[in-house]
């Protein structure tokens, strides 16, 4: 009798070991509207994880876990060093390349120059179409520290370091622009005009000249070196069916283009 109790029990800690799901931590950073908030994380990137969380549960026995924000270098440094870490949304460049393994993409990213019009109708203002007009107009050009853009503005464009105004964060620069110290700035092209008006500053003056293709790259989604094989191929496999959906797509396109308006209207209500 002891003996087949022995059994049952030894069998009933197996199965449970067995069940249990493979836990993997998320790790980002904010930036609205892709993932963004302080008690429940929202955004379509959050959209799109919250879609496949009960089917890697259901069919692989992986359990994401909750979005963790944190700062940008302090996400990165987490991703780079923990296992089982899914970090999202970072562009994915020859630099960081052996740095993760990458699941799949999840928000298009592109910036573009914008500059302050003298009106409401920008469309009567000179417009710069590209980084040589930009370079022998001498005028002045705000770009995050540290940055890639900084990097080629400086290196490859031979950019007369009194062209250019170093700032630690873009909104510094958008006050700059609207105060009058600064003629250009970089902005992610289809959040500019949401950008503006969460930041307090109306969006009609704001002047599109050229897009930088040059660092016109998807964000991804980006499992941690230490991760095991299995979680990555299984989260890979999963994710792209729903990031490649046209579900993904015009989701994306709904949120990025209610992000716009409803900050503008904020704005609008608060004035």
């Known amino acids: 009798m002891i003996r087949y109790l022995v059994i049952c029990l030894s069998f009933l800690l197996t199965v449970e070991v067995h069940a249990e799901a493979t836990k993997v931590r998320l790790v980002t950073s904010q930036f609205a509207p892709l993932q ?32 963790e924000f944190f700062p940008w ?18 562009s994915r460049t020859e630099k960081r390349e052996k ?15 914008f500059s302050l019009s003298k009106t409401n109708k920008p469309s009567v203002d000179q417009t710069l179409s590209s980084w040589d007009e930009l370079v022998h107009s001498h005028r002045i050009l705000a ?10 503005v400086s290196n490859d464009l031979d950019m007369l370091d009194e062209q250019l105004y170093p700032v ?78 046209d579900w993904y ?5 709904e949120v990025i283009s209610n992000w716009n308006q409803e900050q503008c209207r904020n704005l609008a209500r608060a004035n």
């Not at 996400?75 to 949304?89: D, G, P, R, V």
């Not at 503006?196 to 599109?208: A, F, I, N, T």
């Open 36 to 67: 963004y908030g302080n008690d429940k994380a929202q955004g379509y990137v959050v959209d799109l994880l919250n879609k496949i969380k009960p089917i890697l549960l259901k069919k692989h026995n992986i359990e994401l876990g909750n979005i």
């Open 73 to 90: 270098r302090r996400a990165l440094q987490i991703a780079t060093n923990e296992k089982n870490t899914l970090f999202f949304s970072l």
């Open 99 to 113: 740095q993760f393994n990458w699941i799949a993409e999840v928000s298009p990213y592109r910036q573009a120059i």
């Open 143 to 152: 770009i995050q520290s540290g940055s890639q853009l900084q990097n080629y």
């Open 168 to 245: 630690p964060h873009y909104l510094i620069a958008i006050k700059m622009l609207f105060a009058g110290r600064i003629d250009f700035l970089p902005l992610t092209e289809f959040l500019a005009k949401g950008t503006l008006c969460r930041s307090g500053y109306p969006s009609e003056r704001l002047k599109h000249n050229f897009t930088i293709n040059e660092f016109a790259n998807p964000l991804w989604a980006a499992y941690s070196r230490k991760t095991d094989k299995d979680i990555i191929d299984s989260t890979r496999y999963e994710m792209l069916k729903i990031s490649q959906s």
């Open 249 to 253: 797509q015009k989701h994306q396109e």
